[in-house]
Each structure stands twice: as structure tokens, then as C-alpha cells.
């Protein structure tokens, strides 16, 4: 009986998975590189992967039920494993992926932090300059605009993840609305 347990999923690990993937691929968008300004590199793109995933474990920690925390680890986890995985498929060795992988996991919960505090005051200047501070490292995109525009894109984004059904994300389906109507 003990063996089996090391071949058994963890609970909601396949949901999981399927709502990470909807965040990876909602982080994605070409508008946020295009019309934004975020920046198409490794950091940009692990900028906004973690913003999706940090807005979407939100949602779920907000949820009465207790599957709503359980559900959030499974997408942490996901997140994580990914991580891992693509810091292997970039050849990097075995003896620093849990390094690196431990500054991703630091620089991720600072973020969230951050953006969690903003969101929780609703004060979009305060988010506004946590974007600029992560997203940007504090370098102004070109037009000056991004980091207010992509604070709208998040309280926006915010309360569309609260109007989505849990009994949906439980079933690892969810929707992020796409960046194309910030002006």
C-alpha cells in the first residue's frame, strides 16, 4: 500500500497544470509586448507568467471552499515544476537549477506581495509603480504609459477571475480576457 502512494497524483495536480497553461498562455499575448512595452526576454516573459499565476492563485485563495487554497498550491506547483523543467531544457546543471529555481520562487512571492497589497488597498498608482518596479525594473518604457495601462489590464483582470464559476476552475478551465482593448 505505501508503494502506491508514490505513483498517486497529488489532489487537483491535473487542474493545476491546466490552469497554469491558461496563464502561460494568456501571459503570451503579443499585445503586452507590442502595445505595452513589456519587454520580449526571458525576464519580461517570466514578469508576466508571474502576474497571470499570482492574480489566479488570488482568485482561488479568495474562494470559501478549501479546495479553493488546495487548487492554489496545484497551480503554484505546476508553476514551479515548469520552472524547473524549462531551466533544464536550457542546459543549465544539475548542481544550480535548485538556486535558481529558489530566486525564481523569491522573486515570484515578492511580487505577489507587492501586487497582492496594492490590489487589496485598490490603489492603482500603488500597482502601477509595483509593475514599473518588476516588470520594468523600474526603467520608464518608451511612451511612459505601461505600467498605468497594464495596472488597468490587472484590475480589470481581477474582477473578471472573481466572476469566473469555482465549480470551472476546479474542472481546470478559466479565461483570461486578452490585453487588445487598453488603449
Known sequence: ????????????????????????????????????????????????????????????????????????????????????????EMGVGDMSIARRVKAMWEAFHGRAKAYDASLDAGDAAALSEALLRNVWRGSLPTDGSGPARLAQFVLRTETELTQQSFEDLLRGKITFYPPEDLP
Open 1 to 88: 500500500m505505501g508503494l502506491l502512494r508514490l505513483f498517486r497524483r497529488a489532489p487537483l495536480e491535473r487542474q493545476g497544470f491546466q490552469l497554469y497553461t491558461a496563464a502561460v498562455g494568456a501571459a503570451r499575448h503579443p499585445a503586452f509586448f507590442a502595445r505595452i512595452g513589456v519587454a520580449d526576454s526571458l525576464d519580461g516573459r517570466f514578469d508576466l507568467v508571474g502576474l497571470h499565476v499570482a492574480l489566479l492563485i488570488r482568485r482561488l485563495r479568495q474562494e470559501a471552499d478549501p479546495r479553493g487554497g488546495q487548487l492554489a498550491q496545484a497551480v503554484f506547483d505546476a508553476m514551479f515544476a515548469d520552472m524547473d523543467h524549462n531551466l533544464r
